[in-house]
């Protein structure tokens, strides 16, 4: 097990943890999808694998079908994906990843944020080359040789695959094989239970306990903002 896992099991702040908000925030993720790719789920991949991701969630039926009918819309807004990097405090590096309507909305807010709790929002770049981007798959375990599935996917971009609780696989990869890995493990018949990208630290850094709780705060006020779809860092 590597790094991907570690990361996995180490990040102490919970993402999503309020259900209202993961709808939302699943509903922009179907608009961007929908925009991008039609509101055919068969010949939409990434719409596909959000649908997945709001099943996982609980999201009901009608909800994902009303926000795929909303995506179709001309009236309805335009998101624009947008990626802040900034500092908290204890030079812990931050990148956040947002779907927005208004731009100077959200990074007049985000730096409020960071300014708030001592920390700094930077320029593009500052932060960025501190983490890999992979992409992820979750799947159902159910009769699976793991190390002939692993020795399957390398070829389509698997770096690393582990064990999960309740019988799941998690399998990460580079960012551009998120497509092939997803048609491959739907080729094979292997259920695929959420799906998506990570930015992995490639260094992390250890703080003491006075100094992590600093830092969550910030981190806690990033995952309250709306705008807000992910928060990464580097705090080991």
């Known amino acids: 097990m ?18 209202a908000k993961t709808f939302t925030r699943i509903g922009k993720d179907i608009v961007i999808a929908v925009k ?19 099943k996982t969630a609980n999201m009901p039926k009608e909800n994902v079908e009303r ?12 998101y624009k994906e947008v990626v802040l990097e900034g500092y908290a ?10 779907l927005t309507d208004n731009n100077n909305r959200t990074v007049a807010n985000v730096r409020s944020y960071f300014n708030k709790y001592d920390g ?9 080359f501190m983490f890999e981007r992979k992409c992820f798959f979750k799947v159902s375990a159910a009769d699976l040789d793991l190390e002939e599935l692993e020795f399957d996917l390398i070829d389509y971009g698997c770096e690393e695959l582990f064990p999960d609780e309740e019988d799941t696989v998690f399998i990460y990869g580079t960012f551009e094989s998120f497509g092939s890995l997803q048609k491959v493990l739907e080729d094979k018949g292997i259920e695929i239970l959420s799906s998506g990208f990570e930015r992995i ?12 709780a600093d830092v969550d705060k910030l981190l806690e006020r990033l995952e309250d903002d709306d705008d807000v779809q992910n928060v990464y860092h580097n705090m080991a």
């Open 2 to 19: 590597g790094r991907a896992f570690e990361y996995r099991k180490a990040r102490k702040f919970a993402r999503w943890a309020q259900m």
């Open 89 to 98: 405090p204890h030079g812990i590096a931050i990148l956040v990843e947002a």
């Open 67 to 78: 926000a795929i009918k909303r995506a179709t819309d001309k009236d309805t807004s335009d």
């Open 36 to 54: 991008e790719g039609g509101p055919d789920p068969e010949t939409n991949s990434r719409l596909r694998a959000v649908i997945q991701n709001a």
């Open 201 to 212: 630290p490639s260094v992390s850094k250890e703080l003491n306990d006075e100094q992590t």
């Open 120 to 128: 700094s929002l930077s320029t593009s770049g500052s932060v960025d």
